[in-house]
């Protein structure tokens, strides 16, 4: 059987895997998907939905059997009804990024936020924090204008004025820091833990579970490779970016990966809560077309093998 993982840099762990070959040692036929070069099937008015593209593929015939991405995408998946159930998360990604407006804009806490233009990434991580940052001060989602932007190009946004703020991310937020001043309004310390996790359809952790536990053990050991390679690890990206025609820093893209972390860890009742009150938020800012109940979404074994799997367990 050939197992198709969905992978693209923004998830670190899964990016490294398709390049170091890990993965091929344990499964012999393994076939990677590139999300970016997925079609979209529609554009979302980031006011009034969320995008469904990661789930769309997982549900698609000729798309992915397995997928990491960051805080969002499973929340709106099964707000679309689908039946996927979570595999691991990361630890905490705090230092990844926060919400940031240039420091002469006038703009200096979230709740100076209302009728401005937010720059995120719509449907990753950075809506949920937007939306837990907008909760704290006593705003929704309509006292803003939300602007879908590239995490590559959000930044350059807030620089030329096209933004009031902006959830950047490293390594990108490096380059404006480095070419303006910035003044923090959100920290993502404080709102919610901001894990990678990664979630499979409920058929395909039930009918091969043999292949899901060598998934979960090459990500195990690729991320243990990342830790003690970060130099070699974030060359991947680099050559990723100049092979698409673009640029990246290698000594920025090692500082990035050697601030977060790495490792699989079995879904907690911390962060089941954490989604279930973004999932909430969500609905209740028009932005899911049903509530969500996250602990549907919990294979007990699963979290057994990812314990199981990780270095220095012994089996």
Avoid: C
């Avoid at 499973?74 to 990361?90: C, E, H, N």
């Avoid at 630890?91 to 990844?96: A, K, L, Q």
């Avoid at 536990?213 to 680099?238: G, T, Y």
């Amino acid at each position: 059987m050939t197992i198709r993982v969905g992978y693209f840099p923004n998830n670190n762990s899964l990016f490294a895997l398709r390049h170091n070959g890990l993965l091929e040692l344990r499964l012999p036929d393994v076939e990677w998907v590139d999300l970016r070069d997925l079609p979209s099937t529609r554009r979302v008015d980031p006011r009034h939905g969320l995008p469904t593209l990661h789930s769309d593929w997982l549900f698609e015939d000729g798309g992915y059997d397995v997928i990491g991405t960051g805080f969002t995408p499973p929340i709106t998946a099964l707000g679309q009804g689908r039946d996927l159930v979570y595999v691991g998360i990361s630890g905490p990604r705090v230092e990844n990024g926060r919400l940031v407006t240039l420091a002469d804009s006038g703009i200096r806490t979230a709740a100076d936020l209302r009728g401005k233009r937010i720059g995120i990434t719509h449907g990753s991580w950075q809506t949920t924090l937007a939306l837990l940052a907008l909760d704290r001060e006593g705003l929704t989602w309509s006292d803003v204008v939300p602007v879908d932007v590239d995490v590559n190009e959000g930044g350059g946004a807030l620089l030329r004025g096209d933004l009031d703020a902006w959830v950047g991310a490293y390594p990108g937020l490096a380059d404006v820091e480095a070419a303006a001043r910035l003044h923090t309004l959100v920290d993502t310390d404080g709102l919610f833990s901001h894990p990678s996790l990664w979630f499979v359809r409920r058929d395909f952790a039930e009918n091969h579970r043999a292949e899901l536990e060598a998934v979960i053990a090459a990500l195990q050991e690729s991320d243990a490779w990342i830790v003690a390679n970060p130099r070699e690890a974030a060359r991947f990206f680099v050559e990723d970016a100049e092979r698409r025609g673009g640029t990246a820093d290698l000594n920025r893209w090692e500082e990035a990966l050697r601030g977060r972390p790495f490792g699989i860890g079995p879904v907690t009742e911390e962060f089941l809560d954490e989604q279930q009150r973004a999932a909430d938020l969500l609905y209740a800012n028009g932005l899911l077309p049903k509530p969500v109940a996250v602990r549907g979404a919990v294979l007990p074994w699963i979290g057994g093998v990812v314990e199981t799997t990780r270095p220095g367990v012994a089996v």
